[in-house]
């Protein structure tokens, strides 16, 4: 018989997407990737749950409040971070998402687009699936054996 055991350790909250709440989401991604053991990458995962949250926060709702989930899965064996970012918002894959345009003047931009085009950058993969009525946004890093 082969035993399959993998070190992983999961975090995950809930709360109501209140602009209240974002300090909350901002301080508990940075308490879960703290110790993954650089600070780069660490600052890199904490600004990209800080820009996916705040997209789910200002538009997934209209103006309304609804749910958040984030999950975090720090998996030791496969040198990874997952951050799983569920609402049950207007159907939203940001995967379909036009990169804005960053040759245009700022003034000529359309608002929107550079929380998910800088989460794509900081991330090695990102996967969008709606399930029972809810966005579930899954983004993946890579962790190298040194950091």
Known sequence: ??????????HAMELLTKS??????????ELCVADIGSPRVSKQL???GEELALNIFSYAYNDDHGTFALRIYLCHDQNKVTMEFR????????????????DVQMADR???GLGIMLSRKLTDRQIYKYE????????EKYLSSGT
């Open 1 to 10: 018989m082969v035993k399959f055991e993998m070190e992983m350790s999961k």
């Open 110 to 112: 359309q608002v929107g």
């Open 46 to 48: 904490t600004l990209v």
């Open 87 to 102: 609402d049950a918002g207007k159907p939203f894959n940001p995967l379909e998402q036009q990169a804005p345009n960053l």
């Open 132 to 139: 029972d009525g809810h966005n579930v946004f899954m983004v």
């Open 20 to 29: 209240k709440n974002m300090d909350k989401v901002i301080a508990f991604v």
